[in-house]
């Protein structure tokens, strides 16, 4: 049996986290051993990973910035746990992982989850340096293949791509309306979502002009949940306001139970500025709803424009604003898209599938 650390910056309510949770608790238990390192532990744990009784070895910061003595300690970790093979999740983990599997030499699997650079040049540096030092390199699109290998070649030969996988199970038998009520949503409008933390990456502010757009056409008979907790909350509250949508509007906050989130709209809507491979656009498409999302990252991977929903460019409110009309103004083709969305997931997008391709790569390093 091989024993496997994972290691990861928090263990909170991301899409990273929320991956590396189904690779554990799906592992082979006959060929692997499990056990996670998270180097943040002060934030919010997902409540879901002390449910999967594998050791989690908690790794606090203690300088600000770059913090060296988390090296040696968490050199400290992989001479204790005798991991055969180390798998990090993400920049921060990914920069560690190298500078500790120096100290103690075992074999690293890297990830990136991006498709373009959102970290300092000096932090992009370390970064490359990790995935060129890493025995292999996972990334969960082929935008962020694409991206990775545009500045380094060398990557190709120890690169896969595999993708997020999603519990289809979990998206079975939904009940047509059971949340809205609770939710504070009127049940005869349409309702159109937005699900995703509040920060300038989801570019709610794109988000809600184009709202605005919607209101001037479809008057007032069609409503807003957004679903999400960040540092631009209390800013976008007051956006929303002003641009007269304040009473559409329903601010559900943070929520756990998305399935039944998503049984409440009639669409979603994602403005990212950036993504990977965005969970959200998947569980959606599990749940049958049509999407309206920016053309970025991995999101044309999942979403075929025209088919499973649309596409439109990043930052333009009016662009957003008429490929929403265009579905609440057509029931049809949002079951159709609907339906063909859930396809595209059970055809490419499961758990299994993600966890059986990552398996195999382990194998393969550790010779089995």
């Given at each position: 049996?091989?024993?496997?650390?994972?290691?990861?910056?928090?263990?909170?309510?991301?899409?990273?986290?929320?991956q590396l949770f189904h690779l554990a608790?799906?592992?082979?238990?006959?060929?692997?051993?499990?056990?996670?390192?998270?180097?943040?532990?002060?934030?919010?744990?997902?409540?879901?990973?002390?449910?999967?009784?594998?050791?989690?070895?908690?790794?606090?910061?203690?300088?600000?910035?770059?913090?060296?003595?988390?090296?040696?300690?968490?050199?400290?970790?992989?001479?204790?746990?005798?991991?055969?093979?180390?798998?990090?999740?993400?920049?921060?983990?990914?920069?560690?992982?190298?500078l500790a599997t120096r100290l103690v030499?075992?074999?690293?699997?890297?990830?990136?989850?991006?498709?373009?650079?959102?970290?300092?040049?000096?932090?992009?540096?370390?970064?490359?340096?990790?995935?060129?030092?890493?025995?292999?390199?996972?990334?969960?699109?082929?935008?962020?293949?694409?991206w990775l290998i545009g500045r380094r070649?060398?990557?190709?030969?120890?690169?896969?791509?595999?993708?997020?996988?999603?519990?289809?199970?979990?998206?079975?038998?939904?009940?047509?309306?059971?949340?809205?009520?609770?939710?504070?949503?009127?049940?005869?409008?349409?309702?159109?979502?937005?699900?995703?933390?509040?920060?300038?990456?989801?570019?709610?502010?794109?988000?809600?002009?184009?709202?605005?757009?919607?209101?001037?056409?479809?008057?007032?008979?069609?409503?807003?949940?957004?679903?999400?907790?960040?540092?631009?909350?209390?800013?976008?509250?007051?956006?929303?306001?002003?641009?007269?949508?304040?009473?559409?509007?329903?601010?559900?906050?943070?929520?756990?139970?998305?399935?039944?989130?998503?049984?409440?709209?009639?669409?979603?809507?994602?403005?990212?500025?950036?993504?990977?491979?965005?969970?959200?656009?998947?569980?959606?498409?599990?749940?049958?709803?049509?999407?309206?999302?920016?053309?970025?990252?991995?999101?044309?991977?999942?979403?075929?424009?025209?088919?499973?929903?649309?596409?439109?460019?990043?930052?333009?409110?009016?662009?957003?604003?008429?490929?929403?009309?265009?579905?609440?103004?057509?029931?049809?083709?949002?079951?159709?898209?609907?339906?063909?969305?859930?396809?595209?997931?059970?055809?490419?997008?499961?758990?299994?599938?993600?966890?059986?391709?990552?398996?195999?790569?382990?194998?393969?390093?550790?010779?089995?």
């Open positions: 049996m091989w024993k496997i650390l994972f290691i990861i910056n928090q263990l909170s309510f991301g899409g990273a986290e929320r608790q799906e592992l082979d238990p006959q060929a692997f051993k499990a056990s996670i390192c998270v180097m943040t532990p002060s934030s919010e744990i997902l409540p879901a990973f002390s449910r999967l009784r594998i050791p989690i070895i908690k790794l606090k910061k203690w300088l600000p910035r770059f913090d060296f003595t988390r090296v040696v300690r968490l050199s400290r970790v992989l001479r204790s746990v005798r991991p055969d093979l180390v798998h990090s999740f993400m920049g921060t983990a990914n920069i560690y992982s190298w030499p075992i074999p690293f699997v890297a990830s990136e989850r991006n498709a373009e650079a959102q970290m300092t040049n000096a932090t992009l540096r370390l970064s490359d340096r990790a995935f060129l030092a890493a025995s292999h390199v996972i990334v969960n699109s082929q935008a962020g293949a694409d070649p060398d990557l190709q030969k120890k690169t896969s791509v595999i993708r997020n996988g999603i519990n289809l199970s979990r998206f079975n038998n939904l009940c047509t309306r059971p949340s809205r009520h609770s939710l504070g949503l009127r049940p005869d409008v349409p309702t159109i979502g937005i699900i995703g933390s509040l920060s300038q990456r989801k570019d709610h502010e794109t988000f809600f002009h184009a709202m605005r757009t919607v209101r001037q056409e479809w008057g007032d008979a069609f409503q807003i949940l957004c679903v999400g907790e960040g540092r631009l909350l209390a800013q976008m509250k007051t956006l929303a306001a002003e641009l007269g949508l304040g009473r559409l509007t329903v601010f559900a906050g943070r929520r756990s139970d998305v399935p039944g989130i998503l049984t409440a709209l009639d669409l979603l809507v994602l403005s990212s500025r950036w993504e990977g491979m965005p969970n959200v656009i998947m569980e959606a498409m599990a749940a049958r709803k049509a999407v309206v999302a920016t053309r970025v990252g991995g999101t044309p991977e999942l979403v075929a424009d025209g088919e499973t929903g649309l596409l439109v460019p990043v930052g333009q409110p009016k662009k957003l604003a008429k490929a929403t009309l265009r579905l609440l103004k057509d029931p049809s083709m949002r079951t159709r898209m609907g339906e063909l969305g859930r396809r595209r997931i059970e055809s490419g997008f499961t758990i299994d599938e993600m966890v059986r391709s990552t398996e195999s790569v382990y194998q393969r390093l550790l010779g089995g």
